[in-house]
Structures are given as structure tokens and as C-alpha cells.
Nanobody, 125 residues
Framework: EVQLVESGGGLVQAGGSLRLSCAAS????????IGWFRQAPGKEREGVSS????????YYADSVKGRFTISSDNAKNTVYLQMNSLKPEDTAVYYC??????????????????WGQGTQVTVSS
């Protein structure tokens, strides 16, 4: 059974930090690019960040560059998203997602093969 299990969401004040984790199971971790999408009420889904678990290449949306860092621990089949300098506009449900293959330039617009259940991130002003 394929699973992407997210953890680490919560409530934080603006300027604070959170670290999201995505633990994967049920598929060959190294064959996928794994990352995070987010969706806020009334807004379109946004591809936030992703990492190729085979070569470590990364993608960041312009809205999070310099504040978020994605990493992959292949021994644990887990991807992390370190979020610093959080802003109220970062408030959303964050979903872990896996796309078969390496990182592509249009990753943020692809339809992932697998999704997690989502974790709420709320940043208060």
C-alpha cells in the first residue's frame, strides 16, 4: 500500500519556523521526485518545492525562495521541508506528493502519482 504521511504542521507566529516531514512507503523512493503543494481557501493549488530523490536537484516557487529548504533522507524514505521566516500568506494546507521520474521544469504543474492527506499550516500576524 502506497502511503505518504505528513507531519509537522501547526500554528506559528509570523517570522517563526516549522518543519514538515513526509514519510513514504509502498513504492521505490529513489524513482520519484517528492515535494509539497499547498492550497489556501479560495486560492489555486501552488507547487511549493520538490526534490529529486535520485540526484538531489531541487525546485522552489518564487514565493518561498530563500525561506524554505527541502531535503531528502533516502535511508529513511522521508522528505523534509524546513520553513523559516513564515508569513501569514504561507497559511494553507500542505500536501506531500510524489511524481515518478526526475525533477522536471514543469513539476509544479504536473499531476502527482501519489498524494498525502495534508497538514495544516497557520501563520498568525
Amino acid at each position: 500500500e502506497v502511503q505518504l504521511v505528513e507531519s509537522g504542521g501547526g500554528l506559528v507566529q509570523a517570522g517563526g519556523s516549522l518543519r514538515l516531514s513526509c514519510a513514504a512507503s509502498g513504492f521505490t523512493f529513489d524513482d520519484y521526485t517528492i515535494g509539497w503543494f499547498r492550497q489556501a481557501p479560495g486560492k489555486e493549488r501552488e507547487g511549493v518545492s520538490s526534490v529529486s530523490t535520485s540526484d538531489g536537484s531541487t525546485y522552489y516557487a518564487d514565493s518561498v525562495k530563500g525561506r524554505f529548504t527541502i531535503s531528502s533522507d533516502n535511508a529513511k524514505n522521508t522528505v523534509y521541508l524546513q520553513m523559516n521566516s513564515l508569513k501569514p500568506e504561507d497559511t494553507a494546507v500542505y500536501y506531500c506528493a510524489a511524481v515518478l521520474g526526475g525533477l522536471s521544469a514543469d513539476w509544479a504543474y504536473l499531476s502527482p502519482d501519489y498524494w498525502g492527506q495534508g497538514t495544516q499550516v497557520t501563520v498568525s500576524s
